[in-house]
């Protein structure tokens, strides 16, 4: 699932991927349980029974088995489209109702903040009576398969009891014979009552397993990766050589999603090796879906982004994302220790480095006031801190990371003044002399860069430095 490009996580709700494993596991265990407990022993039972009544040289009664097993097999065929289908429905609900209930628990405090309890809680109510009402239908669907199964049992022994008498008075069978041929015919029928019973419970295996085969037959991002050119390694060696920075440009870049109305359009920018590029305009103008482009989170429809005059379609994704270390508005924690979570930044981080990573985000004051320190657990997705010191592990993160490109995105939107002023001054020595990209909506982040793009339609309307644009009195002087 962690292979998934990002436009997949995007359509699925809350926990609904979670759920969907969780009952894939219970289908495979229906599966596993059936195929185990009834296919096996009822191959076994069944031949060995047909040649015991075979040996019996009344072929009435093996004609009346052989209708017999007919009938159960056309009874399953008849009912298994509903059953299967009653079953997908169930899927769906349980999935549906548990991502809500998910959802609801994650999001607590707005959902508190609001008053909507009860209008949350009437949702889940609706969301589980429809669980409750696809559950009622498969049962009833198993119920009439079950009756049906009943039936042919009862006229399957009747025959086979009528056949036996009339063979015992006709002298060809013995009342021993008779006893025989009943029971036989009663362990013949027991396994076909096992397969009817194993083929239900697959086709409800199958409709719990379906949604996570989906997701499993869904391509992976590596998968995307098609096509490496001979030029792919030059990027890899850069980090190799520890050059400092690296360039990137965007050349004819198109971006739409969900087949919509273009964000991006014929998008032209170079950023200069070793040079500040910061990109403003106003929301919805596609500053932060460069961020996604850059990283492959998302791909083009066309135009193509280089590095170092590479493509980074053709460079492995890893390679590529390592590279780069992003600083993004809204900061994802984990509900772990401070120290974990800026330690995701680099792979077998030592703790001193880490501790530096916190000075220069203006973290490590702050860390050292906490009982617990670097070990203090901030809780889900980080809501025991506050909005500021949650960007300040995003910044450390970064800085742990040593790229060669830096993204910042409205890296200090949270940070008051002060702090922002203190951090902005340890991002400019920490990023001297490698790429730097930063989006911003606050110019004052952004007035010390090299130069400045203004976005507007997709396109990039003005360029320059921070004077040169003001001089204009164009669309950055407006902002």
């Not at 628990?105 to 889940?124: H, M, Q």
């Not at 520890?242 to 964000?263: I, M, N, Y």
């Not at 809204?330 to 990573?357: H, R, S």
């Not at 901030?378 to 742990?400: D, N, P, V, Y």
């Amino acid at each position: 699932m962690l292979d998934l490009p990002l436009d997949f996580h995007l359509g699925r709700r809350t926990g609904a991927l979670v759920h969907g494993l969780q009952q894939a596991i219970s289908g495979y265990q229906i599966l596993i349980f059936s195929l185990v407990n009834s296919l096996v022993p009822v191959l076994v039972e069944g031949v060995t029974v047909t040649i015991v009544l075979i040996s019996l040289g009344l072929p009435a009664l093996t004609a009346t088995f052989a209708a017999t097993a007919l009938a159960y097999f056309a009874a399953v065929a008849l009912h298994r489209g509903d059953l299967s289908a009653s079953a997908q429905a169930v899927s769906k609900a349980s999935i549906d109702a548990n991502s809500l209930l998910t959802d609801s628990l994650i999001n607590y405090e707005p959902i508190k903040c609001f008053g909507a309890e009860r209008r949350t809680v009437d949702s889940f109510v609706r969301s589980s009576g429809l669980l409750e009402h696809c559950w009622a239908r498969l049962q009833r669907r198993r119920l009439r398969l079950g009756l049906t199964v009943t039936v042919i049992f009862v006229l399957c022994m009747i025959t086979s009891l009528v056949i036996a008498t009339q063979a015992v008075a006709a002298g060809v069978l013995t009342v021993g014979g008779f006893v025989l041929a009943n029971l036989y015919m009663v362990q013949l029928i027991r396994p076909l009552e096992l397969l009817s019973t194993a083929v239900r419970d697959v086709s409800q295996g199958l409709a719990f397993v379906r949604p996570i085969i989906e997701v499993l037959q869904a391509p992976t991002e590596t998968a995307r990766e098609n096509r490496r050119g001979p030029n792919s390694d030059r990027v890899t060696k850069t980090r190799g050589s520890r050059r400092r920075a690296g360039s990137v440009s965007f050349r004819g870049v198109q971006l739409a999603f969900d087949s919509g109305t273009p964000v991006l359009k014929d998008f032209d920018l170079d950023v200069p090796a070793g040079r500040s590029m910061a990109i403003v305009g106003a929301s919805g103008c596609g500053k932060s879906s460069l961020v996604r482009l850059l990283l492959r989170l998302c791909e083009p429809q066309a135009g193509t982004i280089l590095m170092d005059d590479v493509a980074i379609d053709t460079v492995p994704i890893d390679e590529l994302r390592a590279m780069i270390a992003v600083v993004p508005q809204d900061v994802v924690l984990f509900n772990t220790t401070i120290a974990a979570n800026i330690g995701i930044g680099k792979e077998g981080a030592t703790p001193d480095e880490i501790v530096q990573a916190a000075r220069l985000a203006e973290l490590h004051d702050f860390i050292t006031t906490l009982p617990a320190g670097y070990d203090t657990v901030i809780g889900e997705r980080g809501l025991k801190l506050s909005g500021g010191e949650r960007q300040r592990i995003a910044i450390a993160r970064a800085i742990l990371r040593d790229p060669l490109v830096y993204v910042f995105d409205e890296a200090s939107s949270m940070l008051d003044g002060p702090t922002e002023g203190a951090i902005l001054r340890n991002l400019r020595e920490i990023s001297a002399g490698r790429t730097t990209i930063t989006i911003a909506h606050r110019l004052s982040a952004i007035q010390h860069v090299d130069k400045i793009a203004v976005l507007a339609e997709g396109r990039v309307v003005e360029q320059g430095d921070h004077a040169t644009l003001l001089a204009r009195d164009g669309a950055y002087a407006a902002m």
